[in-house]
């Protein structure tokens, strides 16, 4: 055994970036922990200790679900050379959550490999069959969020798959433009779906139109980045019964423009979306919504106004 007095859980969590609570839990429930002994006896992680949990959060990262990531490590020989960041065993992974009921975990592998692979046929194929066996909005929910999830945590960990964020993006948006208009629309006025200033992840606003469309809701979707003096100047022309705002990261969640919309003749249902919202700050006229068919049930009811 090794005989260095080592490290405490705090130090190890700070070096490894993630919380004590989880190395506790990796401990408890995997059997990775520390193996030394203080000389006051407090347990103690050996660089050998370290190097396993090294080895457990690389293969994490690479998306391997936590009690397999632990098994490999502890099999692995202490000291084995680590594999380069994002292409070792697994490293072509994107890490996935457990999906949630209803969907198909077979079917978010398969669009992760394919997104892997930059194999845009084999992803669109995906995505317009689980489009067309389920709707946009369990499609959306059950199979594309969770892989988007997936990418950015892959990003987020190792900046690596910013090619796959894109092209995966760039087929989502065409899969999800195929969905076709409704012939005769239910609502004789517009809605109106933008992205909030300088706001570039416009996915989930193509995603409620194609879910709108579904439901024959005609939207007027306005796409990414919309300067406020445009969506101003669009809702004065249009006379939308709802609008939807998106804001998908902080950088353009400050809400105090929307105060200055029009928001009258007719009357203008005002929702919010997306997790970038300072949600403190949002105008008594905003209404946030937070799910894709909560969206869609708003949207909804807003045209059924008198
Ligand atoms: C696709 C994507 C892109 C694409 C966008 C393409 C497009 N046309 O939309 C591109 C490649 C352009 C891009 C660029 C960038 N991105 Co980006 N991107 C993503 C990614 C993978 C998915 C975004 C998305 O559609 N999310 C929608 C759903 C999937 O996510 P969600 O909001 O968490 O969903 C929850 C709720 O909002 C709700 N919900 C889901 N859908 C819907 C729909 C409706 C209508 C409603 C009401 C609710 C709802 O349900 C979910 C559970 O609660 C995310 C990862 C992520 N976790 O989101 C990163 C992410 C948003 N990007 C990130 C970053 C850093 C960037 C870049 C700055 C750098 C980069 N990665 O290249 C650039 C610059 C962007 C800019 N200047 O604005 C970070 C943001 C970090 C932060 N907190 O600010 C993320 C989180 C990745 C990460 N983990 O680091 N990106």
């Known amino acids: 055994m090794d005989r260095e007095p080592g490290l405490g859980v705090g130090a190890v969590a700070r070096r490894l970036g993630v919380a004590a609570a989880t190395l506790r839990t990796w401990d408890r429930r995997y059997g990775i922990g520390p193996s030394g002994r203080s000389p006051g ?142 012939a005769e629309p239910l609502n004789p006025r517009p809605v109106l779906l933008a992205c909030a200033p300088e706001e570039q992840h416009s996915l989930p606003v193509y995603a409620l139109a194609a879910a709108l469309a579904e439901t024959g809701v005609a939207a007027v979707l306005l796409g990414a980045r919309v300067p406020a003096p445009a969506l101003a100047a669009a809702i004065r022309r249009t006379g939308p019964n709802a609008v939807l705002v998106w804001s998908q990261t902080a950088r353009t969640g400050d809400p105090g423009w ?29 209404r946030l919504v937070t799910a894709l068919p909560e969206a869609v049930t708003e949207i909804r009811s807003a045209l059924t106004r008198p």
Do not use: F
């Open 41 to 182: 006896g407090h347990r103690r992680y050996t660089p050998a200790d370290l190097a396993r949990l090294e080895a457990m959060q690389r293969s994490i990262i690479a998306g391997a679900p936590p009690a397999e990531a632990a098994r490999a490590a502890l099999n692995e020989p202490p000291g084995a050379p680590p594999s380069p960041r994002g292409h070792g065993a697994g490293g072509n992974r994107i890490p996935l959550d457990e999906p949630s009921t209803g969907s198909d975990p077979a079917e978010a592998r398969g669009l992760a490999r394919a997104a892997m692979a930059l194999d845009a046929p084999a992803m669109a194929r995906l995505i317009r069959t689980a489009i067309a066996r389920a709707g946009v909005a369990e499609a959306w929910d059950g199979l594309i969020v969770p892989v988007l999830t997936g990418i950015g945590r892959k990003y987020a960990a190792s900046g690596d798959c910013v090619e796959v964020e894109h092209l995966l993006s760039t087929v989502l948006l065409g899969c999800l433009a195929e969905v076709a208009p409704p």
């Open 258 to 286: 929307l105060d200055g919309l029009p928001g009258s003749r007719p009357v203008v249902r005002l929702l919010v979306g997306g997790p970038g919202w300072n949600r403190d700050r949002l105008p008594s006229t905003a």
